[in-house]
């Protein structure tokens, strides 16, 4: 089975996020894209596959079509292990981390949708079997800057089914109004996106929210590679800490875990190098028992692929979903329902995109 194409398209959609008033805190996001990678080969199968981008998509769809797809051309789409270690090797120079890898982590996924399809078989299948039919979703819900919004989208977000919800606010107002619009029982994960530059003020914002229920801060301190500061983070805060969205290879997760910097490993399928990447992380993670929560706000081959990932794990785990509605999604079904996402058995990824979320 030999590679004969592989292009990026890029998927543009509008977007509602229960913020009335326009963006809020998210002003970088005006629309969702999402780069999906198309792989076709001499046997009239095609593999899809999703390369981190969102606002900067065409950034990793130049390098995904000007680089790496006149590599691919010709090449055994079945030896995925050799084909994207000789990728990987070949384009070291243009980057470890950013378009570069984001496209090849786009070809990995493709390649193993292509294997499923091949093979007849659900990507869960090869990756040892489907564990539950159904993965438990959590709601990831974009800034809002706004208190008031803040509790009522949490709200929104508990009566739709979720039974996690995780929020991108920095101020403690807002996630004490999140707090007051859930259910005790229903943790709150705090995604801090690197805010705070010293470790002194990653503890002060720990011991604020300490008493609301948190079950992880997330890159409590810039920059996210300074696993040092990270693990003195997590050895005085007294919560659990999740790392590894802006990790873009294997080993990037090895000097975290060494370091003691994380509860949590979170490793994001479109940019740690596909599906391979992936594998390769839960296999380190596990070697220092740390539990693997992936990363995954995206509606693309990413997220379908992030969703077999966690159908074969052992330990049930929750799949993050961006609580944002839109006009046009690649894979309409994978909407939650009642706070799970069902998880498809047909081959490979198991759905196409749809032809709708490509129109103008």
Known sequence: MRITAVTGHVATTQFDYGNPAGPGGNLHLQAMDTLLVRVETDTGLTGWGEGFGFTLCATTRDAL???????CIGQD????????????????????????????????????DLAGKAAGLPLHALLGGRRRDAVPAYASLLRYGVPALVRENAARAVARGYRHVKLHEVELPCIAAAREGTPRDIPLMLDINCRWDTVDQALAFADAVRPLGVRWIEEP?????????????????GLPIAAGENCGTVEDFRRLLDAGAVDVAQPSITKIGGVTGMRAVQALAAGHGVAVVPHCPYFGPGLLATLHVLAAMEQETPLEVYFADL?????????????M????????LGMEPDPACFAA
Do not use: Q
């Open 65 to 71: 079509e000007r680089l790496v797809a006149p590599a």
């Open 77 to 112: 789409a079945r030896d995925i292990p050799a084909l994207m270690t000789a990728l990987h090797r070949r384009f070291h120079n243009f980057g470890r981390n950013g378009a570069m890898t984001f496209a090849l982590s786009g070809l990995d996924i493709a390649l193993w």
């Open 221 to 237: 301190v810039w920059p996210p590679e300074d696993a040092d500061a990270i693990a003195a983070v997590r050895a005085r805060c």
């Open 327 to 339: 006009a046009r999604a690649p894979f309409p079904a994978l909407d939650p329902r009642g706070g």
């Open 341 to 348: 996402v069902a998880v498809p058995d047909g081959p490979g």
